[in-house]
């Protein structure tokens, strides 16, 4: 498992398009608060949140 991507760039900055570092909090080149979903602990709730709604279905559709 190599976690070189992690250390990449996946989303620009909204303010000024620069490549925003993967998890870091603010924005490198303008200091603008980078979005929430430049970081892991985002999609980690996201995963968690679709896993109970998923759940919450099958449940309502199976009772
Ligand atoms: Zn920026």
């Known amino acids: 498992m190599s976690d070189n ?3 990449n760039s ?3 900055c ?3 398009g ?3 570092v993967w998890r ?3 924005c490198a080149a303008c200091k603008e608060t980078a979005p929430i979903y430049n970081h892991p602990a985002f ?3 996201l995963a968690v ?3 109970i709604s998923l759940g ?3 449940w309502v559709l199976a009772t």
């Open 5 to 7: 991507l992690d250390n």
């Open 10 to 12: 996946r989303f620009k």
């Open 14 to 16: 909204p303010a000024c």
């Open 18 to 20: 620069e490549a925003l």
């Open 24 to 26: 870091a909090k603010a």
């Open 43 to 45: 999609w980690y709730g």
């Open 49 to 51: 949140f679709g896993v």
């Open 56 to 58: 919450l279905i099958l």
